[in-house]
């Protein structure tokens, strides 16, 4: 979800409509292309949706979108190693700054994005699948 082209200080208008504010923003800021990765996760509005309300009714967590997404990613880590591996991640935001649109249910609701799981079966069993 970025690009060389649209490195930092040369952003281009956000092509991408999205509640999870901040993320596919189609660009490498310049900490990032320090970065080694492994590899990627995609992750949908939806799945941030879900996992936010997930964690905030179990584990009493009020997290943003970025925290959501970053949760939805180590989740699918998880899935694709399997048991017997410690995963982390960073909970980077709260949920405070996202009232208008993360947290508002008539906005989710607008855009077929108000949270129905129970669990995290949204996320399904992606053991096979791995990153890009």
Same mark, same amino acid.
């Given at each position: 979800?970025?690009?060389?082209? $649209?490195?930092?200080?040369?952003?281009?208008?956000?092509?991408? &409509?999205?509640?999870?504010? +901040?993320? +596919?923003?189609?660009?490498?800021?310049?900490? !990032?292309?320090?970065?080694? /990765?492994?590899?990627?996760?995609?992750?949908? &509005?939806?799945?941030? @949706?879900?996992? %936010?309300? !997930?964690?905030?009714?179990? &584990? +009493? /967590?009020?997290?943003?979108? %970025?925290?959501?997404?970053?949760?939805?990613?180590? @989740?699918? @880590?998880?899935?694709? /190693?399997?048991?017997?591996h410690t995963i982390v991640t960073i909970l980077c935001d709260s949920g405070?700054?996202? /009232? %208008?649109?993360?947290?508002?249910? $008539?906005?989710?609701?607008?855009?077929?994005?108000?949270?129905?799981?129970?669990?995290?079966?949204?996320?399904?069993?992606?053991? &096979?699948?791995?990153?890009?």
């Amino acid at each position: 979800m970025y690009s060389k082209e $649209e490195a930092e200080g040369k952003r281009l208008k956000n092509p991408f &409509d999205t509640v999870t504010e +901040g993320i +596919g923003i189609n660009r490498l800021t310049q900490n !990032f292309t320090m970065a080694k /990765l492994d590899g990627a996760f995609r992750g949908t &509005d939806k799945e941030a @949706v879900e996992m %936010s309300r !997930f964690l905030l009714k179990n &584990d +009493g /967590l009020f997290l943003g979108s %970025s925290s959501a997404m970053n949760c939805v990613g180590a @989740v699918r @880590v998880a899935q694709t /190693l399997g048991p017997g591996h410690t995963i982390v991640t960073i909970l980077c935001d709260s949920g405070m700054r996202h /009232l %208008s649109k993360f947290y508002d249910n $008539e906005y989710l609701d607008r855009y077929g994005l108000a949270p129905t799981a129970t669990g995290l079966e949204f996320l399904g069993n992606n053991r &096979d699948k791995k990153p890009t």
